[in-house]
């Protein structure tokens, strides 16, 4: 299995943005093009719904011939009343309580950590031997803890970074 975070989208710098559906940064062309030439084979393509992530999973399958489905379970955190707002604006004490409990906090009112790994469990499960999966860094967290990969939920990957697991 293949982990791909979805590519840079746009506007996204500094912005808390887990289910808003932002637009494709100028640059996607060129990642696609890098992806379709870097990424091993895979035999199925599943992606998040959000389109930063559709878009590209439908690019990459019809370059490799491969077809895609929808996994609604690997869409990124719903992080409630932060979506849209700059991270700098999120209120401190907000920061702090989710910061103390942070696999069961969910002071913005969407999802908390525990619930995103939950939900990315049941994804996973469905998920075919060989697929590349296109989603998001909260996602990929998820399935790295969920390997029990040391700092999973510290871990950074970049817009368009792909791990290969086992």
Sequence with gaps: MILLRHTRPEGAEGL?????????DAGFEDEVSRLAAELPEFSAVVSSPLSR???????????RGVGVSVAAELIEMDFGAWEGIP???VPRG?????????????PHGGESVRVLADRVALGMAAVPDGALVVTHAGVIKAV????????????RPAFGEFLQLG
């Excluded at 907000?94 to 906090?105: C, R």
Aim: aromatic content about 10%.
């Design 53 to 63: 992530c559709l878009m590209l999973a439908q690019r990459l399958g019809a370059a």
């Design 16 to 24: 808390c943005y887990g289910r808003l559906d932002l637009g494709l």
């Design 87 to 89: 991270w700098d604006a």
């Design 94 to 106: 907000e920061l702090d309580a989710w910061a103390a409990d942070f696999l069961e906090a969910a």
């Design 144 to 155: 790295l803890a969920a390997r029990g990969v040391d700092g999973a939920w510290e871990a």
